[in-house]
């Protein structure tokens, strides 16, 4: 995107607050609400009667989000293709309710933004907005979002501060300027100055990248615990007290637990058929060493063990 690309869009963004602004009551508090709440009582035949015939069909097959899967011969339920009615549906309950007046999303929900601004309008005849900043992705095209697998995410609970430095760490090398550029607050001179890196002098601007945005998200001590604890990991091969650690109870650690239900349970594997996939193809290693056996049972006594899977994830068993 050009400068003069940016800014007009920022011109366009400032003419759409600024219309909030004049038209809005002034500022409220922010408000959740459940979508549960409207969409659970819809009853089917008023639905088809007061907002189906608001959409056209041949409008709907030309969004996007329908026409490049169906000219890619993919399937498309009729419950993905209503989704965009249900959502036009809410931003109309939300105007109602609560006078919202903006809807904000991925590029990749312009087509439903765009229904529920009609929606509306049709409706109720007022004049809501919507606005869309395009996906994040990688270079090689993959999206990063909470839909996509090895989703990054920034509570703790559901990340940890660790995985969360490894991820950055690990990032594509076309990705690693801009990925600064995006996710740190580091001056624009100094990223053009490290953006410029290449050959093994990228993996340390790899490791300030994942410093800065771990700092962002978990503070400088959890940034610098996780790369200590990547250290001890990879260069020392021990089972670093800032991994993702599951402990046993003292049954478990007495009679044992296969490795398959492991990686389950300590998060490296979403399911026991993709542990047992990943063991197959020797991509799972008990204390560095790759395992084979896909009915192995780990005793965790006296000490604890590690486990990896792939190259980048590992955990503690204690």
């Avoid at 996509?148 to 760490?169: C, H, I, K, M, T």
């Avoid at 550029?181 to 100055?193: Q, S």
């Amino acid at each position: 995107m050009t400068d003069e690309q940016i800014a007009s869009n920022i011109a366009g963004i400032r003419k759409v607050f600024d219309r909030l602004l004049v038209f809005g009551d002034g500022p409220t508090d922010a408000v959740m609400v459940n979508n549960a709440d409207w969409l659970d009582n819809i009853r089917w035949i008023d639905m088809l009667r007061d907002v189906g015939r608001h959409f056209s069909v041949n409008c709907m097959l030309s969004f996007d989000s329908v026409r490049t899967r169906l000219e890619k011969q993919e399937n498309l339920s009729f419950l993905e293709f209503n989704y965009m009615i249900l959502q036009a549906f809410d931003f109309l309950e939300l105007s109602r309710c609560a006078g919202c007046r903006l809807q904000m999303g991925g590029a990749d929900q312009w087509g439903n933004i765009i229904n529920g601004i009609q929606l509306v309008r049709r409706t109720e005849g007022q004049e809501v907005f919507g606005m869309t900043a395009p996906l994040l992705t990688t270079s090689s095209g993959v999206k990063m979002g909470k839909t996509a697998a090895g989703a990054v995410w920034l509570n703790e609970d559901r990340l940890s501060p660790y995985d969360y430095w490894q991820f950055w760490r690990n990032t594509e090398d076309a990705d690693v300027a801009r990925f600064l550029k995006l996710f740190t607050d580091l001056p624009m001179d100094e990223i053009e100055r490290l953006g410029r890196a290449k050959g093994v002098e990228l993996n340390a601007v790899k490791e300030r990248l994942a410093h800065e945005a771990t700092c962002l998200a978990h503070g400088m001590d959890a940034a610098r615990e996780a790369a200590a604890t990547a250290k001890q990991t990879f260069e020392h091969g021990e089972a670093a007290q800032g991994l993702p650690t599951l402990q046993l109870v003292d049954e478990e650690r007495s009679a044992g637990v296969s490795l398959v239900d492991l990686l389950v349970r300590t998060g490296l594997s979403s399911s026991k058929s993709e542990a047992r996939r990943a063991i197959a193809s020797r991509g799972v290693r008990l204390d560095g060493s790759v395992v084979e056996d896909l009915d192995l049972v780990v005793l965790v006594q006296p000490s604890p063990v590690r486990l990896s899977f792939g190259r980048k994830r590992h955990a503690v068993v204690r």
